[in-house]
């Protein structure tokens, strides 16, 4: 089955500074990758969505971008990082059955 | 656009009873339905899941329920345990790799 790993698990950042968290998945090829965010005691928004190396769809506009630079490496940046950045970011891909998805760990930003 | 509607948005319960989280959803076609339970600080774990030609399925205390018709499907958690609290999620899927969710429940089970 596959894992999906990221980091780092936290960040404290100030405002105005770059970003880039990383995930990468073990245990599957080709998969669907996704960046979410999720506010303190709120819903999943999803960021972005990677069907294939190079290919990214943005959800929402925002100050985030995403890259997908190999098969099961998905990284999400900002040049200049804004206070409402701050949340818990979680990254997800399709299992081997391809409706399912499966979440890492996440990584919580606090922008100051 | 597609929604999926959850309810309660908290339910607290006491040890012992049962817990039921409601989903509605708006795309007809969607043919499959997770459910997922996140613990804080922690990513979402998928706990059980239902497809579109099922109307119920069961593992150990949890069941997940669906009626197509009504485009309804709900969680039930049996004999709840302090360790059943969290955040649960429902989600929808329409055969394709976007999944819609719902908002999340917070379950509190007092002991």
């Known amino acids: 089955s596959q894992t999906i790993h990221q980091w780092p698990a936290t960040l404290v950042q100030p405002v105005g500074s770059p970003l880039s968290l990383e995930c990468t998945v073990e245990?599957?090829?080709?998969?669907?990758l996704y960046w979410y965010r999720q506010a303190a005691g709120r819903g999943l928004q999803l960021l972005f969505y990677?069907?294939?190396?190079?290919?990214i769809s943005s959800e929402v506009p925002q100050n985030l971008s995403a890259s997908r630079p190999q098969d099961r490496q998905f990284i999400l940046s900002s040049k200049k990082l804004l206070l409402s950045d701050s949340g818990f970011y979680l990254c997800?891909?399709?299992?081997?059955?391809?409706?399912?998805?499966?979440f890492g760990p996440g990584t919580r930003l606090l922008v100051l | 656009g597609e929604n999926v509607e959850q309810h309660p948005s908290t339910l607290s319960v006491q040890e012992g009873d049962s817990a039921v989280i409601k989903c509605t959803y708006s795309d007809s076609a969607s043919n499959y339905f997770p459910w997922y339970k996140q613990e804080l600080g922690k990513g979402p774990q998928l706990i059980i899941d239902?497809?579109?030609?099922?109307g119920e399925k069961k593992d150990q205390r949890i069941a997940v329920t669906l009626n197509k018709t009504a485009k309804h499907f709900s969680l039930h958690i049996t004999e709840t345990q302090p360790e059943d609290s969290a955040v649960y999620f429902c989600?929808?899927?329409?055969?394709?790799?976007?999944?819609?969710f719902g908002a999340g429940t917070r379950l509190f089970v007092k002991a």
């Open positions: 245990g599957t090829s080709n998969p669907n």
């Open positions: 997800a891909c399709h299992g081997p059955i391809a409706e399912t998805q499966y």
């Open positions: 990677s069907v294939g190396i190079g290919q």
């Open positions: 989600a929808a899927i329409t055969g394709g790799f976007k999944t819609i």
């Open positions: 239902i497809r579109s030609n099922v």
